[in-house]
């Protein structure tokens, strides 16, 4: 549990933790020796205790006496990235219940709302087809539901994730092991975009932090803090996946696996989890069951803003729309469906798509983004 909540002093807190090589581990110590943020800084600036504490203490008093109270979340307003700290109400309401919570989340986009349902989707770096497949596929199925998909934004697993989150528009996070202002990996560089633009990039790292290889099972516990649950897609015996389901255990988080073939090295892990009593996944309703909240209740979380969403829509183009529902088809068949003709239909389609509100799948076929 949350030890220290400091909103009233929260410029303070992310100055103290911006500095030039601050560790959580060194921030805590000094909270709980100096009791507030203002307190460290005051010490820093008074230059005490500098052989005892750190050996850049002489730096940071330095910085300290510089401080200007506001210019901390100033900067990074200017930047366009946001920060939620302990004790604030938009801080993740399941994070803040692990042992070793963060004392601060640098935003990049909008978190969803505190009562979201949060799943992570996380594997191996170099999955097989088959897996790439499943990730997206329930990517696809938790983000139709109303679920936000959390995920690493790495290479693989993580990426297919989030972009079968993305293919229904849905929301979804991507908890990252550097500053939010570093695309790692730069192949994802579009892909992190598109996650910011529908759902967040988070980290406890101030911006510019890299990606150091230390830095990532920092994060899991992270990943799996603010979820109901965590599905392993594909994971080999020691992979970083089986970390964030050991962080998820510890924190009594519902522990997921798909199955795998015995004889891929990529499915030895997921194999292991189930073995040892992980919930062996197919389908998104396998996660709703594991977790006690039927696909139902999810959906009819969804269903005012798709109303919402309708009423704005032109008569024709709704009907478009459901005629699509959440299925995917081709252009003849929703002209067949709505009993108008194809140069018609076609033209409401390219409007739906421009507003955001369909998009066409691989094979020339749409689907709806709302649900």
């Known amino acids: 549990m949350i030890q220290k909540t400091f909103p009233k002093e929260k410029d303070e807190l992310i100055f103290i933790i911006s500095l030039p090589g601050m560790t959580r581990k060194c921030a805590l110590n000094l909270l709980s020796i100096f009791g507030s943020p203002s307190g460290v800084l005051e ?22 006496r510089g401080y200007r109270r506001g210019h901390s979340l100033k900067t990074l307003a ?10 604030e109400d938009s801080y993740p309401w399941l994070l803040k219940e692990i042992a070793d919570p963060p ?17 992570a989707i996380v594997g191996s770096r170099n999955p097989t087809p088959y897996g790439v497949e499943v990730a997206k596929k329930l990517g696809r199925e938790l983000s139709a539901a109303g679920v936000c998909v959390v995920s690493g934004a790495a290479a693989g697993i ?14 979804t996070i991507a908890v990252l092991g550097c500053g939010v202002d570093i695309a790692y990996p730069a192949s994802n560089r579009l892909l992190l975009e598109s996650i910011r633009k529908n759902g967040c990039l988070i980290s406890e790292y101030p911006p510019g932090i890299k990606p150091d290889k230390f830095r990532f099972p920092e994060r899991n516990r992270i990943i799996a803090g603010m979820c109901n649950g965590v599905v392993v897609v594909e994971a080999a015996e020691k992979s970083g996946a089986l970390v964030t389901a050991e962080c998820a255990l510890s ?101 739906l798509e421009l507003k955001g509100i369909i998009a066409m799948g691989s094979g020339g076929v749409y689907f709806s983004r709302i649900q």
């Open 103 to 119: 004392l601060a989340l640098f935003i990049k986009g909008n978190l969803p709302p505190p009562d979201s349902v949060f799943i």
């Open 43 to 64: 010490a820093m600036s008074k230059g005490s205790f500098q052989v005892e504490l750190h050996r850049a203490w002489t730096r940071w008093s330095a910085l300290a």
């Open 158 to 171: 993580d990426s297919a994730a989030h972009r079968g989150a993305l293919e229904l528009n849905g929301f």
């Open 78 to 87: 200017s930047r366009r990235i946001g920060v939620v700290v302990s004790g």
């Open 251 to 351: 924190e009594n988080r519902e522990v997921f696996a798909v199955p795998g073939s015995i004889f891929s090295p990529k499915s030895a892990g997921t194999n292991f989890l189930i073995k040892n009593g992980a919930t062996p996944v197919t389908c998104a309703n396998d996660i709703f069951e594991g977790i006690g909240i039927s696909k139902t209740a999810m959906v009819s979380r969804g269903s005012n803003e798709r109303k919402k969403t309708l009423d704005l829509l032109s008569e024709m183009e709704a009907m478009i729309v459901n005629a699509i529902n959440d299925g995917y088809v081709y252009p003849e068949e929703i002209s067949n469906r709505c009993s108008i003709e194809s140069r018609l239909a076609l033209s409401l389609l390219s409007q």
